[in-house]
């Protein structure tokens, strides 16, 4: 049997009236309209099981019966099969199709004589063995069951086609002449070796089966998450180390490395430009060694980016192995690929069963293997394009996940400018780039799904002027974040108080819309960032009046009234005839400290438009100035007294030097501080200064003082002993679950009777139980203390544990701790209570337990006498032996 497309008829006749038609032109006509409709089938719709034509098994019944649900499927020779039954005797040419199921209870054996399925049932000279389902009725029918092994055996669906042979005509007419084409389903049976040979010669189930068994083995990648602490947050190398070591630890480097090349070997088939996967093959290992090279331990290596870097990689990687899992779809299938024949699999196993091959005009078969191949060189152009760099300035760019953006998500400054990168960051899109021409500036524009944004152009920069300059364009392009500078070379301790209240920090190479962009400096030099998802919010309570005093000090300006009017009016009037006419009134802040603490790490230079000045004249200033520092002095300016206002809590003193560059960077610095002002080294002796003393409650100087003051993790020792309590009462807790002290053969730590005390302490115990009860004096014997609440160490213990080499089993913590905070190396001294009945009997047991008092700490207590409370009842922790 050969199939219809393995040779296709492109022409056929257009008939003429009254023509005499030979054979060979009809059967041309036919084939070309046959043909055409099997390619339609198998080009544009697909190849494989659509849907349906499920196996089923009902043993309900007395004989067990497989069913076949109704569905749809094509092979590659363009056949359509459906499930069908015949009609009547009398039209044994018409199917019935209109059926839910086939159910059979029988089968036969079956050879394949009139259409020879070659190579598929003969892989050499014989056929492999089949078995044909039937009917009861049927001929050489036997029971299902009777079939040892039937149910692991696998179902195909086979289209059997020949040519029949033909009759012998009749001497009147010849009805039945031409060859009648025989086309008969049957659901057949085979064996799994003989399957194998089967689809051996499908490329289209081997790919599929291919594509299943090497993603199956690759799984998603995740990163280890980064916990910002302020013991791990107070070093540039601390910070390093801990991005560092979140790309080892997980070892996802490793198994990334692996993956592609699991990917790049295994399906080579699916890529389009092979040269690029095969230099990519070999050159892998080394991208990836030249990018997370961690061997200096002693430099700053911007690690944090490059965990950046890492967290894109897998994210691409994942993304390419959901893309694998999914595909299913090849153009051109494959004509002998399973021409006749469609496997259903076997019995609640679909391992060989073929699946649906849609066509690229179906689905997004074409799409989606563009798409695998731009991941796989995105996977390249991030390695070739990732390094840190200046030059740019500092900049602001939207970014997002918004798939209906195709300018977002956005690239940051991380990876220098690159065409592969920009054509496949995102799949077909145009995203926005970092490294934007001028004139550019995407923040002049509006944008759909925006949820963050990248920040760059940072690193290596002047700390204190780049955050100045990120407060500026956070309010001239009305931007949704807060932004906060921390230096690390700096000793207040700021950046660990705010770790302490926000320990969501994490690094993304900017902010979140709506967040907290944290700048990092060292020295002033900025080294990294990180951010918050959400916006701090610094509490200012507007309460009443009350005892705090504040202080405001009026003092002269730098700069006298008459120039800031010619500069300011110089706008509207004649411009300068020499040097550059200025738009701005420059303002620098060389030194700024409150009580000591450094405001500033370096200078900070203030640009206030000449529009202001000559609108609003000091006010500008002092506003610039109260917006630049909102946690400092309070600057104001007093119009009748024309003098510059200072405003502070009454006790504090503080230092702020200023210098007017606006003309002359060489300008003089001016120096205020809560006893007068200086220019340069010269002291100006004011006699004007005044201060006047208010007395104002503000809950939020409160709040501060809380902040800074108040006594956290504090101990008598001056933290010598910082956290050795909590450990020693944990152990304690341990002890009593240990396994030492548990079960059915160990007393428990906690004892419930005499019987359950060490040895050692019974022997001294005993002895003076036993003197008592010789006695006769009535009374009651008590253990307490130590032995009771669990913090007991007997000689056992001491003798076992000395000398151990595993210094962290429990009891040898617990003796080392214990002769830390008690000092005590010695065994448990025994704690007992002798309760007497009558108060008369108090001298006589004293006498008694005289000798014994070197052993043991012995107490005797009287009776309740008129409801006296007695130390006894006071104990809550006792063992009555």
């Not at 199917?95 to 050499?124: C, V």
């Not at 993956?259 to 690029?276: R, T």
């Not at 300068?576 to 009580?595: A, K, M, W």
């Not at 101990?715 to 679950?737: F, N, V």
Request: glycine residues 6%; contains cysteine.
């Amino acid at each position: 049997m050969s199939n219809k497309l393995s040779s296709v008829i492109y022409q056929y006749r257009h008939y003429k009236a009254d023509q005499v038609l030979t054979h060979t032109q009809l059967n041309e006509t036919i084939a070309y309209f046959e043909d055409q409709d099997r390619l339609t089938r198998m080009a544009l719709f697909g190849v494989g099981i659509l849907h349906g034509l499920q196996i089923e098994l009902d043993e309900s019944s007395e004989a067990t019966q497989l069913i076949i649900r109704q569905g749809v499927g094509i092979t590659t020779d363009g056949d359509l099969i459906l499930l069908h039954q015949a009609l009547t005797e009398t039209q044994p040419k018409e199917k019935n199709i209109g059926i839910d199921q086939l159910t059979f209870t029988h089968f036969r054996g079956y050879e394949d004589e009139n259409a020879r399925y070659s190579p598929y049932f003969f892989p050499e000279d014989g056929q492999v063995p089949l078995w044909e389902m039937c009917q009861e009725s049927d001929e050489n029918a036997q029971p299902l069951d009777s079939l040892p092994d039937w149910q692991d055996k696998i179902l195909l669906a086979y289209l059997e086609c020949y040519p029949k042979p033909q009759d012998i005509c009749g001497g009147i007419n010849c009805d039945n002449q031409g060859e009648e084409q025989v086309t008969r389903l049957r659901i057949l049976m085979m064996n799994e070796g003989d399957v194998e040979q089967l689809v051996s010669h499908d490329p289209l189930f081997l790919r599929k089966r291919q594509i299943d068994d090497v993603v199956s083995a690759l799984s998603p990648l995740q990163l280890l998450k980064v916990v910002h602490q302020e013991s791990n947050t107070s070093s540039r190398l601390q910070i390093d180390r801990l991005y560092r070591d979140a790309i080892l630890d997980g070892n996802t480097i490793a198994d990334l490395q692996s993956g592609i090349q699991a990917i790049l070997s295994e399906f080579e088939f699916l890529f389009e430009d092979i040269p690029f996967v095969t230099a990519l093959k070999e050159d892998l290992d080394a991208l990836l060694d030249a990018v997370f090279n961690f061997e200096q331990d002693t430099v700053y290596q911007y690690n944090q980016y490059r965990y950046l870097l890492a967290k894109d990689l897998v994210g691409t990687y994942n993304a390419l192995i959901a893309e694998l899992k999914i595909f299913n779809s090849w153009p051109n299938p494959e004509i002998a690929a399973f021409p006749k024949h469609l496997l259903l699999g076997k019995i609640a196993d679909t391992s060989y069963r073929h699946a649906f091959f849609p066509s690229p005009s179906l689905g997004s078969g074409i799409q989606q293997l563009e798409l695998i191949n731009s991941l796989l060189k995105k996977t390249y152009y991030l390695l070739v394009s990732f390094g840190i760099s200046g030059g740019e300035g500092l900049r602001i760019i939207p970014n997002g996940n918004s798939s209906s953006n195709s300018r977002l998500p956005s690239i940051p400054f991380f990876y220098q400018n690159s065409q592969g990168l920009t054509t496949h960051w995102r799949f077909k899109g145009n995203p926005l780039i970092f490294r934007y021409d001028i004139g550019s500036n995407p923040l002049l524009m509006e944008y759909s799904g925006m949820d963050s944004y990248w920040i760059g152009g940072h690193l290596g920069t002047d700390g204190e002027q780049t955050y100045q300059s990120l407060l500026s364009m956070v309010k001239q392009f009305g931007l949704e974040f807060k932004v906060y500078h921390f230096d690390l070379s700096a000793t207040d301790g700021k950046l660990k108080k705010f770790m302490q209240s926000h320990p969501s920090c994490i690094s993304m190479g900017g902010v979140a819309k709506s967040g907290t962009y944290i700048l990092l400096s060292h020295q002033n030099q900025v080294f990294g960032d990180l951010s918050l998802s959400y916006r701090v919010v610094d509490e200012i309570s507007q309460s009443g009046h009350t005892h705090v005093k504040v202080a405001a000090c009026s003092y002269p300006w730098i700069s006298t009234l008459k120039y800031l009017n010619n500069l300011s009016r110089s706008l509207k009037g004649s411009r300068r005839s020499t040097g550059v006419q200025p738009d701005f009134y420059r303002l620098v802040v060389r030194d700024y400290e409150i009580n000591g603490q450094p405001m500033i790490s370096g200078p900070v230079t203030l640009d206030i438009p000449l529009e202001n000045i000559f609108n609003r004249r000091m006010h500008a200033i002092t506003e610039s100035l109260n917006e630049r520092f909102p946690k400092g002095l309070v600057f104001d300016y007093d119009e009748s007294l024309k003098r510059f206002l200072i405003t502070r809590p009454f006790d504090d003193e503080f230092t702020i030097s200023f210098a007017d560059t606006t003309l002359n960077i060489n300008s003089p610095v001016y120096t205020y501080t809560q006893d007068g002002m200086e220019k340069t080294d010269q002291t100006f002796r004011l006699d004007a200064i005044r201060f006047e003393e208010k007395r104002l409650y503000r809950e939020s100087t409160y709040m501060q003082l809380q902040n800074e003051f108040a006594p956290a993790n504090k101990d008598d020792d001056y933290g010598a002993y910082k956290g050795k309590w909590q450990e020693w009462y944990s152990l304690i807790e341990r002890l009593k679950t240990d396994a030492r002290f548990t079960g059915t053969n160990n007393p428990p730590r906690i004892p419930q009777s005499y019987e359950d005390l060490p040895a050692s302490l019974r022997r001294i115990i005993g002895p003076m139980r036993n003197e008592l009860t010789r006695t006769g004096v009535a009374h009651q014997l008590y253990l307490t203390g130590d032995w009771v609440n669990g913090s007991w160490a007997s000689i056992e213990m001491i003798d076992d544990y000395k000398n151990t080499s595993n210094t962290n089993d429990l009891i040898f913590r617990f003796l080392n701790l214990r002769s830390k905070l008690h000092e005590k190396k010695q065994a448990t001294k025994a704690s007992l209570f002798v309760v007497l009945t009558n108060e008369s009997d108090r001298t006589q047991i004293e006498n008694l337990m005289e000798p014994w008092t070197d052993k043991a700490d012995i107490y005797i207590e009287g009776p309740q006498i008129r409801g006296r409370r007695r130390i006894i009842d006071g104990i809550t922790e006792k063992l009555r032996l």
